[in-house]
């Protein structure tokens, strides 16, 4: 299993974002698919998730209104779109797969990506 995310990049406070995962020898459909993200020297944080059910993806409060999730399972892809972005919103950002009800718990995810990095300058 690889999930592969990318379009990290260096952009101005409130520009836009978008990054993908796209996944290999898992099927998304089945999954959850949540998006982390961990600034240095803090814990990783949850940023929201799409639900494997379709239905409207949880988005942490940090985050809510500005960025939303989308999913296409025919290509196996899931989307974070991140507009406004802050200087408070530099991090590393991972996609990750669960089947667990513990949708903002990063440990009950149980596939991880490498990890794509986001800087955001003031």
């Known amino acids: 299993v690889q999930l592969q995310a990318s379009g990290g990049g260096l952009v101005q406070a409130g520009g836009s974002l978008r990054l993908s995962c796209t996944a290999s020898g898992l099927r998304i459909s089945n999954y959850h698919m949540g998006w982390f993200r961990q600034a240095p020297g803090k814990e990783r944080e949850f940023v929201g998730v799409s639900r494997r059910s379709g239905s409207t993806a949880v988005l942490s409060d940090a985050v809510k209104g500005r960025f939303t999730i989308s999913r296409e399972n025919l290509k196996n892809t899931v989307y974070l779109r991140m507009n406004g972005l802050k200087p408070e919103d530099t991090a590393v950002y991972y996609c990750?797969?669960?089947?667990?009800?513990?949708?903002?718990?990063?440990?009950?995810?149980?596939?991880w990506g490498q990890g794509t990095l986001v800087t955001v300058s003031s």
């Open positions: 990750a797969a669960s089947t667990s009800v513990m949708l903002s718990a990063p440990s009950y995810y149980g596939y």
